[in-house]
């Protein structure tokens, strides 16, 4: 079954940190870029990051440079968003997402809340 499942959101504080996953199942996932993207209630998507598929290119929306950093584990089939000194904005649902064969896969989600 082709699938992204996304696990690691939950409750923290202000300034504390998570660490977000993205496991892949029934396609190549080290030959896929990879994105984080985020919603927050009320609000559209928003792109977090992205990952080439071999790791050595990453880039970042403005709102989260310098705090977030996206990875990958290829014999894992896994990717990564390691998120530090968050904020209340950061708040949201996190999916990651991939393009494969023209189709737009995405994950169910994980929901993060940055409160005290």
């Known amino acids: 079954q082709v699938q992204l499942v996304e696990s690691g959101g939950g409750l923290v504080q202000p300034g504390g940190s998570l660490r977000l996953s993205c496991a892949a199942s029934?396609?190549?996932?080290?030959?896929?870029?990879i994105n984080w993207v985020r919603q927050a209630p009320g609000k559209g998507p928003e792109w977090v990051s992205t990952?080439?598929?071999?790791?050595?290119?990453?880039t970042y929306a403005d709102s989260v440079k310098g705090r977030f950093t996206i990875s990958r584990d290829n014999v894992k089939r896994t990717a990564f968003l390691q998120m530090n000194s968050l904020k209340s904005e950061d708040t949201a649902l996190y999916y990651c997402d991939t393009v494969f064969r023209g189709v737009r896969l995405r994950g169910q989600g994980t929901q993060v809340t940055v409160s005290l």
């Open positions: 990952i080439s598929w071999v790791g050595d290119r990453t």
């Open positions: 029934g396609f190549s996932f080290s030959t896929q870029t």
